[in-house]
């Protein structure tokens, strides 16, 4: 949304005093001058009761209902928040605990949201606060800049960090406890023209969304999925843009792999979420633990299944094929757009065909598209077109689905692989294999995308 709701700093005093009328007529109190109460509103409002509302003539600013409805939503908590950084710069209180609750109401609002980072921006004159959620950034607050200093020097102190320094980047983590769940927070400061932008990643191991059977992948190519991951050897290779989720199909492959059975070993830069048995190992360059150090390590810690992050060059391909021709289950990310140029993408990093076409099993090849919220979603002609409602917060969309198409490489391909033939692109059309084309069919008629947003996806 971007609405000029967005640039406006509203009085705590005022939205408090009107807060039943607020939510009653729809419409939110700006400021109070000698002469009227400026308020915003919808064009549709109750203009007849508004007027009730103040003994001073009302000064309308019309915006789109969307946008009221989108600030009043969740209004309780929002008020609150208003309320904790109000009372701290009137001076009312200069406790450290006003402080420490609004943080925690922060990150309690961000977490019912189900954001995954909480952007806390100095604009030249205020502070914004936004949310990612399901990849997509919304404006939550706008409060005075003058708070932005004091809520600055508060998140460097919890994480320990130089609070005087405001001309570097700093990067900390802190950990907060929210009823019985613990939540750690990875923290990066940046200076900017404006002052600072602090961004928030959420690390909730909690999640339940690192589950295969939650990434709305198809059946048919989910089941293949979960066949080939079930291999005592072999390489499997998950693939896409940045963005495309890999990282959390690589998470649930794992969550869906973890037995006391096996050893699981994952390299990974950073580790984001803990995963229970799996032996997670962080590249940590300061000690000069590299990603390729960690690989020439690897075996001689009798692993079953290795996950290798991403092969980024020749050397971490060839471990990865050496692992996998010795036994080993391999699964490891590679950078490439569909799953018949993944096949390619190994002849240019110098691996022998013949060795590929020994250890390669399966390719999974990835795009996220938005979900439409099923709460407001409309059918338009035959299509699903996205709506909007409090649920969505007004965006329209709630959730996400991994589109994946899985290249499972069987006798023939392996053959053609080995002898790098020419026809590999043709053959791979003449099996069942569903490329994003033929996905996007079925997951239109199962109506949990728009067009517009699988196309969106697919051509990245
Ligand atoms: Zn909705």
Known sequence: MNSQINDLIFDFKLLTKHKKEIEKYLFIPLRKTELCLEIICAKDCD???????????????????????FFLNDF?????????????????????????????????????KEASDIHIEAKEKSLIIRLRIDGILQQFFTLPKKFF??????????????????????NGRLSLEFGARKIDFRISIMPIIDGESIV???????????????????????????????RNSGLIIVTGPTGSGKTTT????????ASVSKKIISIEDPIEYKIKNVQQIA??????????????????????????????????????????????????????????STISRLYDLKAKPF???????????????????????????????????????????????????????????ERLIAREDVSIKDY???????????????LLKKGLCSLEEIYKAINI
């Open 47 to 69: 203009l007849l009761s508004l007027d009730k509302i103040s003994t001073k003539p009302l000064k309308k600013l019309f915006v789109p209902k969307e946008d009221i409805l």
């Open 76 to 112: 309780k908590e929002k008020l609150k928040i208003y309320k904790l950084c109000f009372k701290r710069l009137e001076g009312f209180e200069i406790s450290q605990t006003l402080l420490d609750e609004f943080l925690f109401s922060l990150f309690s609002f961000a977490l019912t």
């Open 149 to 170: 200093s004091i809520l600055s020097s508060v998140i460097k102190l919890k994480c320990k960090l130089d609070i005087t320094q405001e001309r570097l980047p700093q």
């Open 200 to 230: 928030i990643r959420i690390l909730d191991n909690s999640l339940d969304s690192f589950y295969l059977d939650n990434l709305n992948i198809l059946p048919k190519e989910l089941a293949l999925i979960k066949k080939n991951i079930k």
């Open 250 to 257: 690589l998470y649930s492959i794992m969550k869906e792999l």
């Open 283 to 340: 590249v940590n360059l300061e000690l000069n633990l590299s990603f390729h150090e960690i690989l020439r390590n690897l075996l001689r810690q009798d692993p079953d299944i290795l996950m290798i992050g991403e092969i980024r060059d020749e050397k971490s391909l060839q471990i990865a094929i050496q692992a996998a021709l010795t036994g080993h289950l391999v699964i490891a990310t590679l950078h490439t757009n569909d799953a018949s």
């Open 355 to 413: 060795l590929i076409s020994c250890v390669l099993r399966v390719i999974v090849a990835q795009r996220l598209v938005l979900k439409l919220c099923p709460n407001c979603k409309k059918k338009i002609n035959g299509f699903y077109k996205a709506g909007a409602c409090l649920e969505c917060n007004m965006s329209g969309f709630k959730g996400r689905v991994i589109l994946a198409e899985v290249l499972e490489i069987d006798e023939h391909l």
């Open 428 to 442: 791979i059309k003449s099996t069942d294999f569903r490329p994003f084309d033929e996905l996007k069919d079925e």
